[in-house]
């Protein structure tokens, strides 16, 4: 079954950091386009990152400087390091698949989501 | 960057209508738009890609279309499943996705 599975949210202080996990089943995660999309407390949809399967990564310019991606092949995982955190980065967090280019990068396989929290 | 403009927010219909929820792009993005699905406490779920090929799985009273910028997501026979908000999402430059149109049950 295809499956991802996040994990590591939590309740962080401002300026604090966290590592969330996004682990996969039923398919390789270094050969496919995955992306990071978070959504506020009562809010839409926010895309924080992509990460293609040549390891190149783009960032939400909200994000960018403060987060960053990397993956665990042999563990079919992939990461979001999560560094001066600000209250306005609570969020539930969802990692996705994301479809090539032909297919519009559509978000075809998503998480449950992992909660993040920054308050003191 | 791209801004995308959904409408309406919000929308109240009966089951088995029509409903139609549209979505423009400040600048023309041929067919890179993606429709999502979401229901509370749950993740989205792709509904459509390249503004009309509908994603496996999804049932035929969903259709899209458009090009440039402006699309349209259409829900023929509303069933009580299918009330939950609804998102666009560019995929043209940076992704970005609408503000959602939350469609309710009248």
């Known amino acids: 079954e295809v499956q991802l599975v996040e994990s590591g949210g939590g309740l962080v202080q401002p300026g604090g950091s966290l590592r969330l996990s996004c682990a996969a089943s039923?398919?390789?995660?270094?050969?496919?386009?995955m992306s990071w999309v978070r959504q506020a407390p009562g809010k839409g949809l926010e895309w924080v990152s992509v990460t293609y399967s040549d390891g190149r990564t783009y960032y939400g310019d909200s994000v960018k400087g403060r987060f960053t991606v990397s993956r665990h092949n042999s563990k079919n995982t992939m990461y979001l390091e999560m560094n001066s955190l600000r209250p306005e980065d609570t969020a539930v967090y969802y990692c996705?698949?994301?479809?090539?280019?032909?297919?519009?990068?559509?978000?075809?396989?998503w998480g449950q989501g992992t909660s993040v929290t920054v308050s003191s | 960057d791209i801004q995308m403009t959904q409408s309406p927010s919000s929308l109240s219909a009966s089951v088995g209508d029509r409903v139609t929820i549209t979505c423009r792009a400040s600048q023309t993005i041929n067919t890179y738009l993606n429709w999502y699905q979401q229901k509370p406490g749950k993740a989205p779920k792709l509904l459509i890609y390249g503004a009309s090929t509908l994603q496996s799985d999804v049932p035929s009273r969903f259709s899209g279309s458009g090009s440039g910028t402006d699309f349209t997501l259409t829900i023929n026979s509303l069933q009580p499943e299918d009330f939950a908000t609804y998102y666009c999402q560019e995929s043209y430059s940076i992704p970005t996705f609408g503000q959602g149109t939350k469609l309710e049950i009248k």
């Open positions: 039923g398919f390789t995660v270094s050969s496919n386009y």
């Open positions: 996705a698949r994301t479809l090539p280019r032909g297919s519009s990068y559509g978000m075809d396989v």
